[in-house]
């Protein structure tokens, strides 16, 4: 009877380590497809081996501009961009116990937003402070909503957090609206970006500092995958188990917002991805195991295929956060159904 | 029986204890935001101007046709915050919910899409033309958003309702994005549109706009206390011999044409009737009599003032009032979420 039970936990994991290795290899799988596809296509397709000699630095006449300069920025944007959000998203996600609570809604992405376009219209900031500027929008946002929720007297809540989130979050993007009606008029294909996220003309030299942060911030999130989900156990469980609970808590946050501020920073707060790509993770590699690198490698696949069906889909190019809206904003309503049905709001 | 006959006026006071000097400060108020509305922006007038823009239609210098032209800026900002204030109370009686606003429960987008796929679709451009296009919007969102966010146990909490609206807010404002890049005049027609604005007002947006506002107040006066009854909850009112369905249907359209031809006419408005609201009901308590009248003069009043604020602001150009709004009232809800008891999240 005994060995029986253990040997029926040994199998249900031993298949749950498989399934999650055949998921993240498969999504991995995808999102090198996808990169190829970015590479690829576009208004000349280049065959292969053009596009391998220009990656290896050749030059190659032609395809050297529209693959090295154009497609190749905007394939990493969209790939850095893509983890950052659907790590961090799936960590605030996570740690608050609630996929509703995920940067998009409670307004980080918009303090990095406002502070990101305040440095370009008004301060007329270079790329360095535009990048430093987000982190600090983003931490701040973080902190007022820390402080807010933590009222005397009264028990934290995520619904308070939410609340909150989206009180700030109005005034921020009143911020931004404001600043961008005070910008000038040819800045306004620019100002969509901040508004939606858009990975059109992003340059080489914009892509270091983020692929600096998610190099630095990433590897700390993986590492703290595991006491990541015995947090979602609850504060008590945690600390039994061992977590300390504060000091991870701290890194978690930090790593997380470094990364949204960053990615906010370079290609605008891309619609939906933080708050999808958590949720689709977990509903892939099922539960019991960590989703932190299925939900960056989501993140990844949702913003490049995003742009792929914006850039090539219909006659117009829309940038990728209108699609990833687009999708996004139904699942996000038929998770509230779900959950409402389910009572657990 | 003498000290009954106190309790009994204690216990059910007819007029609310501060109503009268409520009344007269925010007369005062209003006439000062009106006074101020007239006199400032970005070409101060003398008070000589002043008298001849308004007294002497004949006269023909600069300063007294700017006042003229201030007129119906004026009367337009108070009737829009007037009908805001009133569509915010009649909201959150009928939702029974601190926090229902129009730009909060989405609706507000929804009528932006309208006009949106109005103007792109349907070459619509005068402003009776946009009154039915926002209308049906507004109408059809918050009946979305009121489904959605009242599934599952405990109905509409607020919480959900506020999920709800955001949600497709988000979703909304991705197809408007959508609807508009292809089409640069219609970004260009929607841009200022979509900050929310009185500065378009002439005497033909007040008479489009007169007929809605004269039936919505009606209806907001009438079924004031049968409104009360239901706050009371649905039993309790269904005893007392209110038909409650019918009661919440007709209350909520009367909120929807209030906000709908508001939101036509000048834009997303946010915040406005949250304010209003929230302010008289700390002075005056939630009789909804007293309420939705004093709600109409707090919003306008509020709404005047943050018309002029703009303007002031915003000099030689002008802030439009809708960011004015936001950043007044989004600290509302956040106290109001700090204050919030968990168990009503």
């Known amino acids: 009877m005994k060995t029986q039970t253990i040997d029926y936990i040994i199998t249900g994991r031993r298949q749950r380590k498989r399934r999650w290795f055949t998921i993240t290899g498969t999504l991995a799988a995808l999102a090198f497809l996808l990169m190829w596809a970015m590479l690829l296509l576009g208004n000349t397709i280049y065959p292969v081996q053009d596009v391998l000699r220009v990656l290896m630095g050749e030059q190659v006449s032609g395809a050297s501009f529209a693959v090295g300069t154009l497609r190749l920025p905007r394939m990493l944007a969209g790939v850095l961009a893509g983890f950052a959000f659907g790590m961090a998203g799936n960590t605030f996600q996570t740690m608050l116990r609630n996929p509703l609570a995920n940067p998009n809604v409670i307004g980080i992405t918009s303090g990095s937003s406002a502070a990101a376009v305040f440095c370009i219209i008004v301060l007329q900031a270079d790329n360095t402070v535009v990048s430093i500027a987000a982190m600090i929008g983003g931490l701040v946002t973080v902190l007022c909503l820390y402080f807010f929720s933590l009222s005397k007297g009264k028990s934290f809540s995520i619904g308070r957090v939410i609340l909150v989130g989206i009180g700030i979050q109005a005034m921020l993007n009143a911020t931004v609206s404001y600043l961008l009606l005070i910008g000038d008029e040819q800045d306004i294909p620019a100002a969509l970006r901040w508004l939606s996220g858009s990975l059109n003309g992003i ?56 990364m949204i501020a960053l990615s ?52 117009v190019r829309y940038p990728v956060g209108i699609i990833t809206g687009i999708i996004g904003a139904p699942y996000l309503i038929y998770l509230l159904i779900r959950m409402n049905r389910k009572g657990d709001l | 029986m003498n000290s009954l006959a106190d309790k009994k006026q204690y216990v059910s006071p007819q007029v609310p204890k501060y109503f009268t000097s409520v009344l007269v400060v925010g007369l005062v108020l209003l006439g000062i935001s009106v006074i101020a509305s007239l006199v400032f922006g970005s070409r101060p007038v003398s008070l000589q101007e002043f008298m ?37 109370s009649l909201m959150q009686a009928v939702t029974r919910n601190p926090i229902a606003d129009p730009s909060i429960l989405g609706v507000n987008m929804g009528a932006a899409l309208f006009v949106v796929a109005g103007i792109a679709f349907f070459n619509i451009s005068t402003s009776g033309q946009y009154i039915w296009f926002a209308l049906s919007g507004a109408l059809l969102t918050s009946i979305l958003v009121f489904g959605v966010g009242s599934m599952g146990r405990g109905g509409a909490t607020p919480l959900k309702l506020l999920l709800a609206g955001a949600a497709t807010s988000a979703a909304l404002s991705s197809l408007v994005i959508a609807i508009m890049i292809p089409r640069s005049y219609v970004m260009d027609q929607f841009r200022f549109w979509q900050v929310g604005s009185v500065g378009v007002a ?3 947006s ?77 002075v005056l308590g939630s009789n909804l009599r007293y309420l939705i009248p004093m709600s109409a003069l707090a919003g306008a009043v509020v709404l005047t003032i943050s018309d002029v604020f703009g303007r002031l602001i915003g000099r030689p150009g002008e802030l439009e009032v809708g960011v004015v709004t936001a950043f007044i009232g989004a600290p509302i809800l956040i106290i109001l979420a700090m204050k919030a008891k968990v168990r009503s999240l």
Not at chain 1, 284 to 295: D, E, F, H, R, Y
Not at chain 2, 52 to 75: H, M, W
Not at chain 2, 212 to 220: E, H, Q, R, S, Y
Not at chain 2, 228 to 246: F, Q
């Open chain 1, 264 to 315: 906010t920073a370079t290609t605008g707060p891309i619609a939906f991805v933080a708050f999808l790509s958590g949720p689709i993770a977990k509903r892939l590699v099922g539960a019991g195991m960590s989703n932190v690198i299925p939900s960056g490698l989501v993140g990844i696949n949702l913003v490049l295929a995003s742009d792929l069906i914006g850039q090539f889909a219909f006659d």
């Open chain 2, 206 to 282: 007040i008479q489009t706009f007169i007929p809605f506002l004269v039936v919505g107040f009606f209806i907001a006066v009438v079924s004031a206390s049968a409104l009360n009854a239901m706050a009371l909850g649905d039993e309790l009112a269904t005893g007392l011999g209110v038909k409650t369905s019918t009661l919440r249907l007709i209350a909520a359209i009367a909120a929807v044409l209030l906000c709908g031809a508001t939101t036509a006419l000048v834009g997303p408005i946010g915040f406005v009737g949250l304010l209003a609201t929230h302010v008289i009901r700390l």
């Open chain 2, 52 to 88: 001849n823009g308004l007294f002497s239609p004949e006269a023909d210098s600069y300063g007294a046709s700017v006042v003229e032209k201030r007129i119906p800026r004026t009367i337009f900002s108070m009737m829009c915050g007037a009908a805001l204030g009133v569509s915010g």
């Open chain 1, 203 to 258: 340059q080489m030299d914009e892509i270091t500092p983020l692929l600096v942060i998610v190099l630095i911030f990433a590897p700390i999130l993986i590492v703290l995958g595991k006491q990541l989900s015995i947090l979602e156990l609850g504060e008590q469980s945690a600390t039994t188990l061992g977590v300390r609970t504060n000091q991870v808590r701290v890194a978690l946050i930090l790593s997380a917002v470094g």
């Open chain 2, 202 to 204: 002439d005497w033909g």
